[in-house]
């Protein structure tokens, strides 16, 4: 599984401050997990990823870095270890599976990662609802066209949007992305934009740039 932009964002924008346990939904190969033990130094993460070979690179990648003491990596569906775990989290965060429809990859692993069949997006945030803490917060990232679904679940679920950003990659092109932050008090919900690049493709603005720029070597 490629490192996509969608992890690295979030990652980055996800507010890490206070937050002593995070939980990572669908770890994948460990990016976000990684992301937020640089930027908390004193958090302790679980990463959760279902498929086996992402696993195993989650694995791999969380003993070769300097924070493989706080992070440990499971092997199960967020629906098993909502069930099962008595932990709740200052963060969770999450660059889940999101299409619900359409041609599926014949790799059973990138259909797992890019398809909501198996953690749909009601369900996410329900476990989130019961996974977190009472002082907690949640962060996720989706396309622009769940705003509405996100919204629809929080409220069932007792959950209100603190932040929002609009992802939008280029001045010609619309929102494509959102990135969320959901608590368990009510709350007004902070707005912002953030557009990724000028026209010219690489050009990325300053915004980008700052929000990323921890993670990308050819942003020093």
């Known amino acids: ?3 996509g932009m969608d992890g690295v964002l979030i990652g980055a924008w996800a507010n890490v401050s206070g937050a002593v346990n995070i939980l990572d939904v669908g770890a994948g190969t460990g990016l976000i997990a990684l992301m937020m033990a640089q930027r908390n130094p004193m958090a302790m993460i679980d990463a959760i990823e279902i498929d086996g070979e992402a696993f195993e690179e989650c694995l791999f990648n969380v003993e070769q870095s300097p924070w493989r003491s706080r992070i440990k990596v499971w092997s199960c569906s967020f629906q098993a270890f909502t069930a099962l775990s008595d932990q709740k989290y200052d963060l969770i965060v999450s660059n889940p599976p999101y299409f619900s429809n359409g041609i599926q990859p014949p790799e059973s692993s990138r259909s797992q990662a890019r398809h909501a069949n198996g953690l749909p997006l009601e369900e996410l945030i329900g476990g989130i609802a019961c996974l977190l803490h009472e002082n907690g917060r949640a962060a996720l990232i989706l396309p622009v066209e769940s705003l509405g679904q996100v919204k629809q ?14 992802v939008t990659p280029n001045p010609l092109k619309p929102v494509f992305r959102i990135m969320v932050e959901m608590t368990l008090k009510e709350c007004h919900c902070k707005e912002e934009r953030l557009m990724i690049e000028y026209e010219n493709h690489f050009d990325y603005t300053p915004e ?7 993670f990308y070597l050819k942003f020093e």
């Open 1 to 3: 599984m490629k490192v």
């Open 153 to 166: 679940y929080a409220a069932l679920n007792g959950l209100s949007l603190s932040r929002l950003c609009q």
């Open 208 to 214: 980008y740039r700052s929000l990323t720029k921890d």
